[in-house]
């Protein structure tokens, strides 16, 4: 990684290795799809630990995708789930929402699911109308409260709607709601870390033109922060063009302790104890 700046922020330069273990206590990988991978979970697993990223929490889009991530997790220790329709899929399903949603509800009862998402709203692209969208985000955010699991947020070009929904549901317990895949600015970061939010950083926050999402993990408090890939998306760099996995995941964890200024040891001891309060494992 070169030590280049973009608009006044330095990005960190360290190995390039992404794969390199972690110290201990190691990290874990708070969002990815193992089975958008589509490679033998046992060897996407084992990469991992070998990177010292002993967790992951494999995140359902769909039903078919929810139903697969909690019986992996019901198969493997070092998996848990999260279930949830996708704001992308919703319009989709609107007209059957009632018994889709009993069957996310029926699949959050697993003691393996550890949080509903991914869900919220993506103003990005056009699948499901707005309206429809902020229906199945509420009904997510019910359930959630309903089971006490953690609530996984998909935003993309829409944060001021996903946080003015939030606050109608406030307050929230700590530790309980997350923003995968982070993609505000500072100022955002800001606001999410005052009511109590975690913000969790991908491969993205490596890539050049970052800038904006690497002042956000500079103003947001290490306590508050998670690391994840959202694999197979968004490898980080010097890695993109490469399919990401949980095992970059350390990757991303060695960059936001360098871009911190944080011992590596330490951010994964607080990114640990994190991982406990929000997921209970």
Wanted: include cysteine; proline fraction near 6%; glycine fraction near 8%.
């Amino acid at each position: 990684m070169s030590n280049e700046q973009n608009e006044g922020v330095a990005t960190p330069s360290f190995g390039a290795d992404p794969h390199r273990l972690l110290p201990d206590p190691g990290g874990f990988d708070a969002h990815t799809h193992m089975d958008i991978l589509g490679l033998p979970v046992d060897g996407v697993l084992g990469a991992a630990r070998a990177a010292g990223i002993t967790r992951v929490v494999n995140v359902g889009c769909d039903l078919p995708s929810s139903r697969w991530s909690v019986s992996r997790a019901e198969e493997y220790q070092d998996v848990y789930a999260a279930v949830a329709i996708h704001p992308n899929e919703t319009g989709a399903v609107y007209r059957e929402r009632e018994p889709v949603l009993a069957t996310i509800a029926a699949l959050a009862e697993s003691p393996r699911v550890v949080a509903i998402g991914e869900t919220g709203l993506d103003y990005y692209r056009d699948y499901s109308a707005r309206d429809v969208q902020q229906a199945w985000f509420r009904a997510h955010i019910e359930l959630a409260r309903r089971t006490g699991k953690a609530l996984m947020i998909h935003d993309r070009d829409a944060h001021e709607d996903v946080l003015s929904i939030l606050e109608e549901y406030a307050p929230w317990p700590p530790y309980s709601v997350i923003f995968h895949c982070f993609s505000g600015d500072a100022e955002m970061a800001e606001r999410c870390a005052a009511a109590g939010y975690l913000m969790s950083f991908a491969g993205n926050v490596t890539f050049k033109n970052a800038d904006a999402l690497r002042e956000a993990a500079l103003a947001a408090p290490a306590e508050l922060m998670l690391a994840e890939t959202d694999a197979p998306y968004l490898t980080p760099a010097p890695h993109r063009g490469k399919q990401n996995s949980p095992a970059m995941t350390a990757y991303t964890i060695r960059y936001l302790a360098a871009l911190k200024s944080l011992d590596v040891a330490g951010f994964c001891t607080t990114l640990q104890a994190t991982g406990s309060r929000a997921f209970g494992w």
